[in-house]
């Protein structure tokens, strides 16, 4: 069974700063896809970013990078030019191509400004 | 492209009534997940519908089931209510093989039991 862990509850950043949220997970697979979403207060959630295992590179989004190392199963994301509406919970996800993701428990992330 | 929407969006029930909590997906996207989501448990997998099959199922009692219809709209229903199914439902829908299981997710359906 796979295993997501956020080791942050909570973190907070001032705005324009740059902050790193931690993810880990536990697998047996080779193949699989981690995710970031997004959870804004009272707000749907949404897709942030995406890592394919098979890719070395890190995924990059705008101001939005991850940090992929698969040995350590580590996957951390980084927040550039932190902005007022990236106020959110964050969640780790885990995926094997299937409709079914495993998340981790999610950090609240608030920017202040 | 309409994205997925989740009705009814709140539901107040009572313990040991019965819901039905309906989702349609995105066009296109024949695979239906759902999600329980509580500040203790976080987000727990309850089961995965395609092409009106369930594909995968999480660990929660035969009290929680759904189904998909022909069209990919999916329901869910709980019965015999207990005062711990109190949640965030969520569901999401996704494009089988597509984009490695990325999935879109509704608003949620707040459901209440007293």
């Known amino acids: 069974a796979q295993t997501v862990t956020q080791s942050q509850p909570e973190m907070s950043v001032q705005e324009a700063e740059t902050v790193t949220l931690s993810c880990t997970y536990d697998?047996?697979?080779?193949?699989?896809?981690l995710f970031w979403y997004k959870q804004p207060p009272s707000r749907q959630m949404i897709l942030v970013i995406r890592?394919?295992?098979?890719?070395?590179q890190n995924a990059t989004e705008n101001r939005f990078s991850v940090n992929f190392q698969k040995a350590a199963k580590s996957f951390s994301l980084k927040i550039s030019d932190s902005q007022l509406g990236d106020t959110a919970m964050y969640f780790c996800?885990?995926?094997?191509?299937?409709?079914?993701?495993?998340f981790g428990d999610g950090t609240t992330l608030t920017v202040k400004p | 492209k309409a994205g997925v929407t989740q009705t009814p969006r709140y539901l107040i029930k009572t313990r040991g009534q019965q819901v039905t909590l309906s989702c349609s997906p995105i066009?296109?996207?024949?695979?239906v997940s759902w999600y329980q989501q509580t500040p203790g448990q976080g987000l727990q997998f309850l089961f995965e519908?395609?092409?009106?099959?369930?594909?995968n199922k999480g660990n929660f009692p035969g009290r929680f089931s759904g189904r998909q219809f022909s069209n990919s709209r999916s329901e869910m229903n709980v019965s015999t209510l207990e005062l711990g199914d109190s949640a965030l439902y969520l569901c999401?829908?996704?494009?089988?093989?597509?984009?490695?299981?990325?999935?879109?997710f509704g608003p949620g359906t707040r459901l209440t039991v007293t």
């Open positions: 999401a829908s996704s494009l089988p093989g597509g984009r490695g299981g990325e999935q879109y």
């Open positions: 697998t047996s697979e080779n193949n699989y896809y």
């Open positions: 890592q394919e295992a098979y890719k070395q």
């Open positions: 996800a885990f995926n094997t191509n299937a409709g079914k993701s495993t």
């Open positions: 066009s296109g996207h024949r695979s």
């Open positions: 519908y395609f092409s009106e099959t369930q594909r």
